[in-house]
């Protein structure tokens, strides 16, 4: 396989000119070629059917990169090994795993009884303090309904005596208005 198929690029030896072969003239590929030709040159002998004039030179280096594109010639280079397959994909079934032994099992269950237990005793034990706090709060507030109760009825006995001093005042008055 040549240096051009192993990166994939053509060589169109039509359009070409000497020039572009000079990479190979610095690997002792061919001899060195006459002068290039400019670019419009080349194109426009190409399209005449033909190549330019002086185009032979060109059409010696290109029957000799050809022998030895063809294995006819010594090109200096060991061939390429032939291009290597991919690795076969993994196998798709997962593997069956490493049997866990049945105490291991029996260990693993009673350990989540323990802790089940243990987090259900907390939650009890939560539940019961918010309850007790709860309760005691109750009975706070209790008391203190009480001792406003109290106080209001005690306002209430003090506004109904002012009353009812102002009553008899007021009967007072109007019996001095009255004998006077």
Same mark, same amino acid.
């Given at each position: 396989m040549s240096l051009l198929a192993t990166l994939g690029l053509e060589l169109d030896r039509a359009l070409l #000119? $000497?020039?572009?072969?000079?990479?190979?003239?610095? @690997?002792?590929?061919? #001899?060195l070629a006459p002068a290039p030709l400019a670019p419009y040159e080349v194109l426009g002998g190409a399209l005449e059917g033909g190549l330019p004039g002086g185009g032979e030179p060109l059409a010696d280096l290109l029957a000799i990169y050809c022998r030895s594109e063809a294995g006819q010639g010594d090109s200096g280079l060991a061939p390429l090994p032939p291009p290597q397959q991919p690795p076969p994909p993994p196998p798709t079934s997962r #593997?069956? %795993? @490493? %049997?866990? #032994? $049945?105490?291991? *099992?029996?260990? *693993?269950?009673?350990?989540k009884r323990d802790q089940n237990k243990s987090a259900a005793l907390r939650y009890r034990q939560r539940k019961r303090a918010e309850g007790e706090a709860l309760e005691g709060e109750c009975q706070g507030l209790e008391a203190r309904n009480r001792e406003l109760r109290e106080r209001a009825e005690s306002v209430e006995r003090e506004i109904q005596y002012v009353k009812d001093l102002l009553i008899e005042v007021y009967k007072a008055r109007s019996q001095r208005t009255r004998s006077s």
């Amino acid at each position: 396989m040549s240096l051009l198929a192993t990166l994939g690029l053509e060589l169109d030896r039509a359009l070409l #000119p $000497a020039s572009g072969l000079g990479w190979l003239v610095d @690997y002792g590929k061919l #001899p060195l070629a006459p002068a290039p030709l400019a670019p419009y040159e080349v194109l426009g002998g190409a399209l005449e059917g033909g190549l330019p004039g002086g185009g032979e030179p060109l059409a010696d280096l290109l029957a000799i990169y050809c022998r030895s594109e063809a294995g006819q010639g010594d090109s200096g280079l060991a061939p390429l090994p032939p291009p290597q397959q991919p690795p076969p994909p993994p196998p798709t079934s997962r #593997p069956v %795993p @490493y %049997p866990v #032994p $049945a105490t291991t *099992r029996g260990d *693993r269950k009673q350990k989540k009884r323990d802790q089940n237990k243990s987090a259900a005793l907390r939650y009890r034990q939560r539940k019961r303090a918010e309850g007790e706090a709860l309760e005691g709060e109750c009975q706070g507030l209790e008391a203190r309904n009480r001792e406003l109760r109290e106080r209001a009825e005690s306002v209430e006995r003090e506004i109904q005596y002012v009353k009812d001093l102002l009553i008899e005042v007021y009967k007072a008055r109007s019996q001095r208005t009255r004998s006077s």
